[in-house]
């Protein structure tokens, strides 16, 4: 059990947790919510170590393993499934010293633990987690310096879930992910066998995944039983019981009081007001939990409105490279009050079509016709790097308005979510959800009929994302978005768009049947790996082969290492069982290099298995 006993936490001087206590169970799969800011990835640092306590104590089981996402990147020339494979440190140390060792002892127990831990299938569960994260078979066996930061960060993510730690630590992992990888994790954590906290601010996350909430707030942490909508329910309940407990204390107060100040005076009634008075001492304030305002979010109205379609494509072919195109032959078309969401996995042409969409890519065939005056709005979170970190937003702004008056500047300011003191602040001091925020008013500043949100949910929180949704779903022009953020896009879109294929197409099903089409074709719910501190007999039917992966003559080719391999594990283990005196001297180290050995035949026959699928594959390919 991981018991967070009366923990106090002081950042900068300021008092982020006040004196909170929390239970979680083994096996609980908890969502972290409260607003940007309030502590939680700072109790995170906690209970990793990482950050000194003012009070209490944190207390993770001794035989735990915690797991979180690394800060960096990873890189270098090693393929992905290798550092996914090596993220399993335990395995990777044996492996390795199963290399060198002599001692039929030793050779013993480094076997049975492989078995017990089931290593030989490893790069099957590897293989499986980098899949659902949206990494083909062919990306696997590529070098990890090949790929862009954004995609490297799936890779430490793969292996941080690989390494299937007892205490997984995830901090907003969906930043990373486009809707499929999305979709996947939601399945995966939903079926992960241990104790996994996951901040969030994804709703269909923290309704599909998580069993509990654990709520930050005030400096205080709640921990409610049930998903996301449950803890707002039953938040919602509170809030109105508390506020009702409240306002009859505070009536209640007033009467004591008022039979105070009416009588102390009186000789006659000095003793009970005197006893009213010790009654209003011990009587502890009730405060009702206030709801913090969200500020809302809004697009100015266009001016006009333009005369259908907006937009139409007929035939483009478009990408940068004009021998090989990104995307061919599409033909769509936009009106004026579009919703449209589109889906499809990253790589697959979706930036390239809202690029061509907002008039910053050209087509290299193919027409395409807009309506007269039209006027795009573009927001895309990379454009934060865009910003002018020493600048205020008054500043930004400021610029876009450079003969207008203080007061309608600083009104401009206000509307998109700055106001007061909070329109000075540097860019540089702005948390990620205000950076989101000034760049969707600078985006939309000119009042466009066309909005192109590229992941506009990064960095906001539960209650900004249905400020942004609400503004979304008011706003009389037409809407195009990228989002991994399911709950946006069920509340916002009336069209689903799959850009797959080199080409784009309309959906005709929901977001529902998408979802099982990804999970399907990602194969969701990959064998996990059982790691108990003794080690245990395990149920052979549950191990599973090493996914195909590569061209057929590689396959071969690692088959016949792996052939190789465990055929010199096998012969170490068949010499140690040949000792005359094994089973006299050492029955139990007898008994524990049989099952070794049954373990790594095994092993063997699924690898030959495969040499035979790959053989036969590569034949076919000659013929």
Avoid at 388 to 403: Q, T
Avoid at 596 to 607: P, S, V
Wanted: glycine share 6%; proline share 5%; hydrophobic share 40%.
């Amino acid at each position: 059990m991981l018991s967070i006993n009366d923990i106090s936490i002081r950042i900068a001087g300021r008092l982020l947790i006040d004196r909170s206590t929390v239970q979680i169970v083994p096996g609980a799969r908890v969502g972290f919510v409260g607003r940007n800011g309030v502590g939680k990835s700072t109790l995170f640092h906690a209970i990793r170590g990482e950050l000194p306590l003012e009070g209490g104590s944190i207390a993770v089981p001794p035989r735990w393993t915690i797991g979180s996402l690394a800060q960096e990147a990873p890189d270098g020339p090693d393929s992905l499934i290798d550092v996914v494979l090596r993220a399993d440190r335990e395995r990777d140390a044996l492996l390795r010293e199963a290399e060198t060792a002599t001692d039929p002892h030793r050779i013993a127990d480094i076997q049975t633990r492989l078995v017990d831990i089931d290593a030989h299938s490893a790069p099957a569960r590897a293989a499986a987690i980098l899949s659902g994260l949206g990494f083909s078979a062919a990306d696997q066996v590529r070098s990890c310096s090949e790929f862009s930061g954004g995609w490297r960060m799936r890779v430490a993510l793969a292996a941080t879930l690989f390494a299937a730690p007892d205490l997984l630590l995830l901090d907003e992992p969906t930043n990373y992910l486009d809707l499929e990888g999305t979709l996947w994790l939601e399945d995966h954590l939903a079926h992960y066998p241990r104790t996994v906290i996951v901040i969030s601010h994804d709703r269909d996350l923290l309704d599909t995944s998580v069993d509990q909430i654990l709520h930050l707030d005030g400096g205080k942490l709640t921990l409610y039983r049930g998903s996301y909508s449950s803890f707002e329910e039953q938040r919602a309940a509170r809030e109105m019981l508390d506020a009702r407990h409240a306002r009859r204390q505070q009536e209640q107060r007033k009467r004591l009081q008022d039979f105070v100040d009416r009588f102390k005076a009186k000789a006659s009634k000095a003793r009970q007001a005197q006893s009213r008075v010790k009654m209003l001492e011990k009587m502890q304030p009730v405060t009702a939990l206030v709801t913090q305002d969200v500020r809302e979010i809004s697009f100015p109205t266009p001016a006009k409105t333009l005369s259908p379609p907006i937009i139409a494509l007929d035939g483009v072919t478009v990408g940068y490279d004009a021998l090989r195109p990104v995307l061919n032959r599409v033909t769509l078309r936009i009106d004026n009050d579009d919703r449209i969401a589109l889906l499809g996995a990253n790589g697959n042409g979706k930036s390239t079509l809202v690029k061509l969409l907002a008039g910053k890519l050209a087509p290299f065939s193919g027409k395409i016709v807009r309506a007269d005056k039209l006027s795009v709005g573009y927001f895309a979170q990379h454009q934060t790097e865009e910003l002018d970190l020493s600048g205020s937003p008054y500043d930004h702004v400021r610029r876009l308005m450079r003969d207008a008056p203080e007061s309608r500047v600083r009104a401009r300011v206000g509307a998109i979510g700055f106001s007061g003191k909070a329109g000075d602040t540097t860019v540089a001091n702005l948390s990620g959800g205000e950076k989101a925020r000034l760049l969707l008013g600078l985006a939309t500043f000119a009042a466009p009929n066309l909005i192109i949100l590229d992941e506009p949910t990064n960095h906001l929180d539960i209650d900004s994302r249905a400020a942004l949704a609400e503004a979304i779903n008011e706003f009389p022009g037409a809407i195009i978005m990228v989002s991994h953020d399911r709950y946006l896009i069920e509340a916002c879109a009336d069209q689903l768009w799959v850009v797959a294929d080199r080409t784009v197409s309309p959906y005709d099903g929901d977001l529902d049947s998408y979802r099982r089409s990804v999970l399907s074709s990602r194969g969701a719910q990959p064998v996990t790996r059982e790691r108990d501190p003794e080690p245990r007999p395990r149920d052979k039917t549950a191990r599973s082969r090493p996914e195909r992966r590569g061209s057929p003559k590689q396959r071969v080719s690692e088959a016949e290492a792996e052939i190789a391999r465990i055929g010199d594990i096998i012969a170490k283990i068949d010499a140690a069982l040949a000792m005359p005196d094994l089973y006299q001297r050492d029955p139990k180290q007898a008994a524990q290099l049989g099952k070794a050995r049954t373990g790594a035949a095994t092993a063997l026959q699924n690898a030959e298995d495969e040499w035979l699928a790959a053989s036969a594959a590569l034949e076919q390919d000659i013929n």
